[in-house]
């Protein structure tokens, strides 16, 4: 240490005395005098407080009050040294606090450690929907998801059991530096591959695509009852992969990946349906029809036991339907659409209500007021004709004729007490169409009542509206609103948590008016318009619609074709609506699609 502060003095001596020379070869230092010759003769001066410092290495007289500055000139040199020396411990000593807290501090401790660790998640768990026997009906089969890890090859090997999407995945991730999950079509664990098995939402052909809805791409409810119910559903927790990797994000030698399992339990929603009637209905629908829709109800509840609507889409990759045709979102059975002569019940109600069911008339084939004519299907007479005889042969002067002897204010009430009009929450935030029901001051115009009275004019009404009307007639006059869901479940035990839904009821006319429809109905599918409507075993009842839309398809008028009825007709125990909507003629009647609907209803009881 002495000898580098000889050496420092020795450079500030230069700098401080630059017109000092040395022209000997060598220099002596002395403890008693300093022999390192002068150029010139410092005068020297012993006045009091002169300083005695010629030469940095010895005392031999003091300096004179010229070289005062000079000396002050070396002092402040030194302070300038001590001031670097001072600076160089601080920094030296900020550094040793800042690596003494850098290795304390556990937040960078914990960054690092992550920054080494893959963090994947599963898809959420989700609740799902039940029949009313507690059948599921989403989560009926599992997926697989394999995780892949960089330089493993898994674009290779993986390649043949992925889909298009998961191909795409394959080939954009081929390269990561990060481990990344793909859903394969089968278990790969033989391959070599880590694979881990997820509930799969929808199955391959689901059930009930537009009523149970779809989700978005984070998990959550986008439409139908999985928005509608989204916050009870998604109580679930979401299962956590955690792989330890190195920097190229590899699996760490010796290390395996650990499964974190979600503690939350999920609770799932009990729905009306029944798997195995909706199974069956889905199944006549993809036979029979290209869009429309259909309902089955039970009658004496009013709880829907089947939904469908046609043409279908896949839920689990809703983006391919989007652009389609015939719109496949939609779901009809909520729709509004015209009615048609489905109608016609409803006005044969309110004449039997008033007793005017004993109203004859003679059918020339049209009726015509005020220079306006209303024909009749074809124009065929129908001659003298009755309630019963105009139900059969669906004549549409009777009931505009039958219409004008009740007035407007009666068939309309008639048709507000069945639910026309009115829109239904089938669960909170999912609602039906009210549909339209013409105002009373429009239907005082006369030509705007006429087409009233047998289901055409502004009158627009839903399928779940002409069931509800329906099943009235089967229920013995009684109004049941249908009903789409029922309760909260608990999924680990099936307990039931809270009602979804309450039912309601109220008498909308009397038993014997209900009686005398029900018989009216039946003579529709025995002797009438419906006879496609009989079924293999038993009797039925309803009533035919064929509803003008006012669209045109390569210059054919495009028309609904319904069939409203209930089965068996003696002893009503479904109520059943078939719906075909925009169709110039249909493949399959609705009425004959209703038949094989009810053989199914009866299959399923004798099995």
């Known amino acids: 240490i002495w000898k580098n502060r000889l050496v420092a003095l020795i450079i500030l001596q230069k700098s401080t005395f ?8 060598k220099v002596w230092f002395g403890r008693a005098a300093c022999t390192k010759p002068q150029p010139h003769p410092i005068p020297m001066s012993f006045e009091a407080g002169s300083l005695r410092r010629p030469c940095l290495f010895c005392v031999t007289a003091p300096f004179s009050a010229h070289t005062t500055g000079q000396g002050r000139g070396l002092f402040m040199s030194g302070r300038r040294v001590l001031a670097l020396y001072g600076a160089l411990l601080l920094g030296f000593a900020a550094v040793v606090c800042r690596l003494y807290w850098l290795c304390s501090n556990t937040g960078y401790a914990a960054r690092a450690s992550a920054q080494s660790e893959a963090v994947l998640r599963l898809p959420a768990a989700r609740g799902n929907f039940y029949d009313c026997d507690g059948l599921p009906l989403t989560g009926l089969s599992e997926q697989w998801l394999a995780l892949c890890f960089p330089g493993e090859g898994s674009y290779a090997r993986l390649y043949p059991y992925a889909d298009a999407d998961g191909q795409a995945v394959l080939y954009r991730e081929r390269n990561a530096s990060r481990p990344f999950l793909l859903e394969v079509a089968q278990d790969v664990r033989g391959l070599g591959v880590r694979c881990y098995a997820v509930p799969r939402r929808y199955a391959a052909a689901p059930l009930a695509e537009h009523l149970i809805g779809y989700l978005d791409g984070e998990g959550r409810g986008a439409a139908g009852l999985e928005a509608a119910l989204d916050d009870i559903l998604s109580t679930g927790g979401q299962d956590i992969l955690r792989c330890a990797v190195t920097a190229q994000g590899r699996l760490r030698r010796g ?8 503690s939350a339990a999920a609770q799932g929603g009990r729905l009306t349906l029944s798997r195995s009637i909706q199974r069956a209905a889905e199944g006549v629908a993809a036979e029979s ?4 829709c259909i309902l089955i109800l039970e009658a004496g509840s009013g709880k829907v036991r089947a939904c469908v609507s046609r043409p279908g889409f896949d839920p689990a990759h809703v983006g391919e339907s989007l652009t389609a045709p015939d719109s496949p979102l939609l779901n009809r059975a909520l729709s509004a659409y015209a009615v048609g002569s489905v109608f016609k019940p409803v006005v044969a109600a309110a004449a039997l209500e008033a007793g005017e069911g004993d109203f004859v008339r003679e059918c020339p084939g049209y009726d015509s007021r005020n220079g306006q004519v209303y024909r009749c299907a074809g124009s065929v007479p129908h001659g003298l004709v009755g309630l019963g005889g105009a139900l059969e042969k669906s004549c549409n002067g009777y009931f505009i004729e039958l219409g004008r002897r009740l007035g407007p204010e009666r068939v309309r009430q008639m048709a507000a007490a069945l639910g026309f009009g009115k829109g239904q929450d089938i669960a909170a935030g999912l609602r039906a169409s009210a549909g339209v029901l013409p105002e009373a001051e429009t239907l005082e115009n006369e030509g705007q009542f006429a087409n009233f009275c047998f289901g055409q004019g502004e009158l627009l009404a839903t399928p779940l509206q002409a069931a509800g009307m329906m099943n009235a007639i089967a229920a013995g006059g009684v109004y049941r609103s249908p009903l789409f869901v029922e309760c909260v479940v608990d999924e680990a035990t099936g307990e039931e948590l809270a009602p979804l839904a309450h039912g309601s009821a109220r008498r909308v006319f009397s038993e014997e008016t209900a009686k005398r429809l029900q018989s009216l109905l039946a003579g ?8 496609q409507a009989a079924p293999a075993e038993g009797t039925a009842a309803g009533k035919t619609g064929t509803a003008q839309t006012g669209q045109f398809r390569k210059g054919e008028e495009l028309k609904n074709y319904w069939f409203a009825g209930f089965y068996p007709a003696d002893r009503p125990r479904w109520t059943i609506v078939v719906m075909q909507d925009a169709q110039t ?16 209803l009866a299959a399923g009881e004798d099995g």
């Open 585 to 600: 003629e249909p493949e399959v009647s609705s009425a004959a699609v209703f038949a094989r609907l009810c053989d199914a």
């Open 289 to 292: 029809m290209a869009a429309g």
């Open 255 to 262: 290390s395996e990946p650990v499964l974190e399992k979600a």
């Open 524 to 531: 529709v599918v025995a002797e009438g318009t419906g006879q």
């Open 18 to 25: 630059p017109d000092m020379r040395d022209p000997a070869p």
